[in-house]
Structures are given as structure tokens and as C-alpha cells.
């Protein structure tokens, strides 16, 4: 799981009595990402912290409501960058993946699991 | 009868998010059960849980009780609960005649700011295709007998509209104050998985 001392040396972390804190499902994921790819060996958690400072040093986010969700839009964005940087996935490769996830999204009729590589093949006037 | 025809994209980041997640995945730097286990960990740290006060309030004020049942999202947001995302919220009532369940094709669709994180079952193809196919044998599984003379309704959630069950208030309860009554109510009493259970002293 998360060591405590991990815990304790990020800065900012929203957390309660029991740990970490989300606003949105999102949040825990972007989290959860993180401290797997840790684990994984990625990269170390100290530099992790110097990403995640470096983002949030660069100032708020402006479209956020929710403590956490200003802080997790700095986490995600810190997260894409060591990512790059340690060559996981290139910002062009991310930039296209969400595309296609966009895609998939509005290709799917509700009521249908979305799969990447879904084509507009449902009639858009069929009803449910 | 849904109003729209396609699956509403999630939000920015929770795209961002996807994108990440499914490419580390791919290329196995990153195991997907792991790091499942690892969200579900934080499945109660979601959103405010007022669900359970929601329910609570309905055990004890009957008034308000028919306005949640009439007009959930106003209901709701009566009890200084927002969150929603334009959506629409309906309570259905659990009664000894009907029991019901919620379920949703896209993890999307799930009523987070009342009831927190989506249970990864909650997102799991085999729950969302068998809880309209053979709903009794999925209750059965939760470990949730029901006899046959009990209706059973599923409601599978939209972009526009989210659904939470009003479950009934356990016997031996009565005494209870509404801050003990919400303590008693649990997520998955709340999608329709479970009962609610009276006090266990």
C-alpha cells in the first residue's frame, strides 16, 4: 500500500484522519496511477514531489470549484509531464488517446460498454 | 426512455486519466488489477457520502420523504447537497412487494456525490449485462435472498438522470435518532445489493 512516509512528504495532500481524500473518481485514479508506477519502480517518490511542486508552483488552475479538484489538476498535469519525461508515454501519445476516448464516448449508444476503436456504427435516429 | 442517443464523454481530466491508464496498461507498465485494488481501497473516500443522511431524514420525516420520492434533485439539494453535474436524481422506494436495483453500462453514469465511488463490481461488464438479464441470481450472489412474490425493478442509469434506492428501515430501529439511522446505511443498500441492517447491539 501507500507508506506513510510517501504520504507525509507530498505536498498539499488533501487527506483525513485515515488518508487521502477525493473530490471525483478521477482524483483517486490520477492518485492511485501514481503511486503504482512508483511502486513499479518508475521513479522514485522524491521525485515525484519535485513534479508535483514544480506544477503547483506554476500557479491555480482556473476551472475548479473543490480544493481537491485544484489540487489534483496540478497532480495530473505533473503526472503527464514525469511520465513524458521518463519516456512512458509521450504527451502526443496521451493527447491522442484521450481523443479516441472522446470518440469512443460519443460513437457509443448508452446502454453499450465503451471500447476504444468504436465507429459511428449506431444509427444515431434508433431509439432505446 | 433516454432522451440522448450517445454516451456523454467524462470530463477532461477524467479522460486525461483514462488516456494515461490505458496506455500504461497496454504496455504492461502498469498492472490493471493492481492498481484496482488499489482505487477500490478508496472507494469510501469519494465524494461526500450524504447518501446515507439522505435516507436517514426520509426514515424519520415522513414529508420530507414524499418530497424526495416527488422531486429527488430538490430534495436533496433541500439537505445542502450538491454536486450534481446537471444530471437528475430519483429515489425509488424499496417495499415489501418491490425491491430495486440500480445498475449502468458506463461507469460514467453512477450518482457519486450522493453516494460516493462506483464498487469496481458496480463497473464490471459481467454485473452491468446480468443485473438486467438474471437480477435474482445476481442478488443471490450478493447474498441477497428474495422470494419470488417480491417484484424486482432495475434501473439503469443515464447521462441525464441517476437513480439511488430508498431502502426500508430495519425492525428495532425505532428508538434510533437519525444521525444512528444514517450509520446504519450502507452504499450497497443504496444501489439495491442489500438490505439495510438493524443495529447489531
Known amino acids: 500500500m501507500i507508506e506513510p512516509a510517501n504520504l507525509a512528504s507530498t505536498p498539499g495532500l488533501p487527506k483525513d484522519r485515515d488518508g487521502p481524500v477525493f473530490a471525483e473518481p478521477w482524483q483517486a485514479e490520477a492518485f492511485a496511477l501514481t503511486v503504482k508506477l512508483h511502486e513499479a519502480g518508475h521513479f522514485a517518490w522524491a521525485e515525484w514531489v519535485s513534479y508535483l511542486s514544480r506544477e503547483i508552483a506554476s500557479g491555480a488552475p482556473a476551472d475548479a470549484s473543490h480544493a481537491e479538484t485544484v489540487y489534483y489538476l496540478h497532480w495530473l498535469a505533473a503526472l503527464e509531464r514525469l511520465v513524458a519525461d521518463k519516456g512512458l508515454a509521450s504527451a502526443v501519445a496521451l493527447a491522442k488517446r484521450k481523443a479516441e476516448w472522446h470518440e469512443a464516448y460519443e460513437a457509443t449508444a448508452h446502454g453499450q460498454p465503451v471500447v476504444l476503436g468504436a465507429k459511428h456504427h449506431h444509427d444515431h435516429d434508433h431509439h432505446h | ?201
Open chain 2, 1 to 201: 426512455m433516454a432522451s440522448h442517443r450517445h454516451s456523454d464523454p467524462p470530463s477532461d481530466p477524467a479522460l486525461r486519466v483514462k488516456a494515461l491508464e490505458s496506455l500504461l496498461t497496454e504496455k504492461k507498465l502498469l498492472e490493471p488489477a493492481a492498481l484496482d485494488a488499489l482505487i477500490e481501497l478508496f472507494e469510501t473516500k469519494i465524494g461526500p457520502r450524504n447518501g446515507a443522511k439522505v435516507v436517514a431524514r426520509a426514515w424519520t420525516d415522513p414529508t420530507y420523504k414524499k418530497r424526495l420520492l416527488s422531486d429527488a434533485t430538490a430534495a436533496i439539494a433541500e439537505l445542502g447537497y450538491s454536486g450534481m453535474q446537471g444530471e437528475d436524481m430519483v429515489v425509488v422506494e424499496n417495499t415489501p412487494a418491490v425491491h430495486n436495483l440500480l445498475v449502468c453500462t458506463l461507469c460514467s453514469c453512477y450518482p457519486w456525490p450522493v453516494l460516493g465511488l462506483p464498487p469496481v463490481w458496480y463497473k464490471a461488464a459481467p454485473y452491468r449485462s446480468r443485473a438486467v438479464i438474471e437480477p435474482r441470481a445476481v442478488l443471490k450472489e450478493f447474498g441477497l435472498e428474495l422470494p419470488e412474490s417480491i417484484e424486482i425493478r432495475i434501473w439503469d442509469s443515464t447521462a441525464e438522470l441517476r437513480y439511488m434506492v430508498l431502502p426500508e428501515r430495519p425492525a428495532g430501529t425505532e428508538d434510533l435518532k437519525e444521525d444512528a439511522l444514517a450509520k446504519l446505511v450502507t452504499r450497497d443498500a443504496m444501489i439495491g445489493t442489500a438490505k439495510v441492517a438493524g443495529p447489531s447491539r
